[in-house]
């Protein structure tokens, strides 16, 4: 029985409902129908892989098939067996669903980081948390039922632990089906890989996006976050929780003044990240950078796709004339990067650092003005 009381939770972004909380999955219809023939064509693979970016819904699908394989009996094969299940929902007040939520359903197991003897998540997986499948199928099944394993994130397994998976795997108990969540499931074994079936989530469109945050309780704030966050609804809440949208539009602003930038505005955006409590800001600012650099470099060879903030397109026509621009752009967004991330290991004043690129960036565009 699944205690998620004690149990770690990294599957969980910050300011949204855990994946088992959610009741709606939106825009991965093609993966449930795919589920769904497998289930009712009588011949379900005890393992299936479900990979795809971080934050497109892995974890809420796999928690609906859970759902979904606990609430659905078995066709016996009998004269009065129910007719094939149309979908993968389960209404939210079955007796399944409630047991999910409270996490004291016996037939469902999840597999997660577990804490060291600091009480600090573990950066993986380890044998002694995969051990417990062992127990889990030894216990039959509540009446007679299925079993359900979620693993998430099956890619953060150590070796010994995707060991002992790959047991579970090669001989698995009648009635049990292992869900493997995959952010990069290169990373798997291949005989892990080889023994499951695969379900790949892409990232949402902006319609479902949209629909998925407004369930999260987060206001869409329009074309911006789908833009940014590549069609992650957990990039997305991740944004807008640190006003990503308003960081992205500052700097957008602050390049339309190439060729000179507004000094005032660029020390502002720099001192905004300095100092323990701006952490959080200062990734922020780091990647939306790196992801300002990468559009700006994009839009010279491929021309400027939808806007991320007012005026983008119009700029990126400006600075990024041709694919010359485009390569330039490209190999300074990865050496900017490249310090970031080394002045973030050697603890560099982060309002230095932000203020470095914004300067070694104006320099680069003031050469195809």
């Known amino acids: 029985m699944t205690d998620l009381a004690e149990l770690p939770q990294p599957d969980q972004i910050d300011a949204a409902p855990h994946p088992r909380e959610t009741a709606r999955l939106f825009g991965h219809e093609d993966a449930e129908a ?8 009588g011949r379900l693979h005890h393992g299936w892989l479900i990979s795809g970016p971080r934050g497109v819904g892995k974890a809420t699908l796999a ?3 859970a759902r979904f394989l606990l609430a659905t009996p078995a066709d016996d094969g009998g004269m009065f067996a129910p007719p094939p299940p149309a979908s993968l929902d389960v209404p939210e007040d079955h007796p399944v669903a409630r047991r999910v939520r409270a996490g004291a359903d016996g037939g469902l197991l999840v597999l997660r980081r577990g804490h060291d003897d600091k009480g600090n998540l573990r950066r993986d997986i380890t044998v002694d948390v995969m051990r417990r499948l062992q127990g889990f199928f030894g216990l039959s099944a509540p009446d007679g039922g ?3 394993v979620i693993i998430d994130a099956a890619d953060e397994m150590n070796p010994n632990a995707a060991n002992a998976l790959l047991k579970a795997l090669e001989e698995p108990p009648d009635k049990a089906v292992l869900l493997l969540v995959a952010h990069q499931p290169s990373r798997l074994l291949p005989t892990i890989r ?3 079936r695969e379900l790949r989530l892409h990232p949402l469109g902006a319609e479902d996006l949209a629909a998925a945050l407004l369930q999260a309780g987060v206001s869409d704030e329009g074309a911006a976050l789908a833009q940014l966050s590549g069609g992650s609804v957990g990039a997305a809440i991740t944004l807008a ?6 960081i992205y539009g500052n700097l957008v602003s602050l390049f339309h003044g190439v060729p000179q930038v507004d000094r005032q505005a660029a020390l502002r955006l720099a001192e905004s990240t300095a100092g323990k409590p701006n952490e959080a800001r200062f990734s922020m600012v780091l990647s939306l950078f790196d992801l300002f650099m990468a559009r700006l470099a994009r839009a010279g060879i491929l021309g400027a796709g939808p806007e991320a ?3 983008e397109a ?3 026509a400006r600075l990024a004339p041709h694919p010359q621009a485009a390569r330039a752009y490209a190999a300074l967004g990865q050496q900017l990067g490249a310090r970031a991330r080394h002045g973030r290991a050697v603890n560099l004043d982060p309002a230095a650092l932000v203020l470095d690129m914004v300067l070694q960036t104006e320099a680069e565009a003031r050469k195809f003005l």
């Open 194 to 196: 080889s023994r499951c």
């Open 34 to 41: 795919r589920f769904l023939q497998a289930f009712n064509s």
């Open 146 to 148: 299925r079993r359900v």
């Open 314 to 316: 119009a700029l990126f």
């Open 241 to 246: 929780e640190g006003g990503g949208a308003e």
């Open 63 to 65: 928690w609906k098939l």
């Open 309 to 311: 903030a007012p005026g």
